[in-house]
T-cell receptor
């Protein structure tokens, strides 16, 4: 019953360093998402992947890249970390991207990322 | 673009009492879904309840129920018989019915449950 697994749970980086946040889901979901959560701003979508092999920008994509490695895995990369990217990052997955479906998104436990 | 507004940054309720969290949204679409998610201190995002816009009946899940007023674009969450474990951030979320499943979240309401 793992659901959506994110690694790492915590990370501290220096400005300019790069790192990749990993996400894997075991629910055979087609769609996956990366959000960031900042105080007073709810969750904002960074990138999403409708299905294996496709990725698209969300609301706040600048400074990030993603890779949909296979159906299970969707990684988020910070090429040159900036203090403004200090946030809590959530990965989520859902059964399908669109259509008449009331299925919610399932979330991982989040990664707390601090950039000094 | 759709927007979701939660006007109560913080709320408190006495244990065993009832509390209502408010949410309003703005959309020009007629087909959409609404959700309430709970985020406890553990940071997990947990689905509490969902509502399809085409259904007139308000959704209910045990102690949780919604008051969905489509014309007013209002979607409030009522928690009955509040328990200490209900203490969390609560996020209201909107999703379009067709096309891309983009979810728009409100800014959240922090609920404190007083013993």
């Amino acid at each position: 019953n793992a659901g959506v697994t994110q690694t790492p749970k915590f990370q501290v980086l220096k400005t300019g360093q790069s790192m990749t946040l990993q996400c894997a889901q075991d629910m055979n979901h087609n769609s996956m998402y990366w959000y960031r959560q900042d105080p007073g701003m709810g969750l904002r979508l960074i990138y999403y992947s409708a299905s294996e092999g496709t990725t698209d920008k969300g609301e706040v994509p600048n400074g990030y890249n993603v890779s949909r490695l296979n159906k299970r895995e969707f990684s988020l990369r910070l090429e040159s970390a900036a203090p403004s990217q200090t946030s809590v990052y959530f990965c989520a997955s859902s059964e399908s991207l669109g259509g008449r479906s009331n299925q919610p998104q399932h979330f991982g436990d989040g990664t707390r990322l601090s950039i000094l | 673009a759709q927007t979701v507004t939660q006007s109560q940054p913080e709320m408190s309720v006495q244990e065993a009492e009832t509390v209502t969290l408010s949410c309003t949204y703005d959309t020009s679409e007629s087909d959409y879904y609404l959700f309430w998610y709970k985020q406890p201190p553990s940071r997990q995002m947990i689905l509490v309840i969902r509502q399809e816009a085409y259904k007139q009946q308000n959704a209910t899940e045990n102690r949780f129920s919604v008051n969905f007023q489509k014309a007013a674009k209002s979607f409030s969450l009522k928690i009955s018989d509040s328990q200490l474990g209900d203490a969390a951030m609560y996020f209201c979320a909107y999703r379009s019915g067709g096309g891309y499943q983009k979810v728009t979240f409100g800014t959240g309401t922090k609920l404190q449950v007083i013993p």
